[in-house]
């Protein structure tokens, strides 16, 4: 299986922002979906952000719409999660994901990285 490594989590005030980016290992983005998950404690992992590998297009959750925002560089075969107006409820661990899916559901992502803790706290 592919593996992707994520980073930039840390601790931020609400409203604050920060950038955390995925790095693919041994796979080039260009040929898989990409997306962010993310879990908190006693919580089902949820989906973020997705990268739909076959369009080209970026989708996200209501809860992040219009503060989160996906990018990818693929010169740098990297992907990046901007995350803006952080909030109290955006805490968790956050996760990208890959999948050789090009049209994928959030199910389809298999490939996971070690995740990186985002807390936001005052």
């Known amino acids: 299986q592919e593996q992707l490594v994520e980073s930039g989590g840390g601790l931020v005030q609400p409203g604050g922002s920060l950038r955390l980016s995925c790095t693919p290992s041994g796979f080039k983005l260009g040929l898989y979906s990409i997306a962010w998950f993310r879990q908190a404690p006693g919580k089902e992992r949820e989906g973020v952000a997705l990268?739909?590998?076959?369009?080209?297009?970026?989708s996200y959750k209501d809860y992040v719409k219009g503060r989160f925002t996906m990018s990818l560089d693929n010169a740098k075969n990297t992907v990046y999660l901007q995350m803006d107006s952080l909030k109290p409820e955006d805490p968790a661990v956050y996760y990208c994901?890959?999948?050789?899916?090009?049209?994928?559901?959030?199910?389809?992502?298999?490939?996971w990285g070690q995740g990186t803790q985002v807390t936001v706290s005052s």
């Open positions: 994901a890959a999948s050789r899916f090009l049209q994928p559901v959030w199910s389809d992502f298999d490939s």
């Open positions: 990268f739909t590998g076959g369009s080209a297009s970026i």
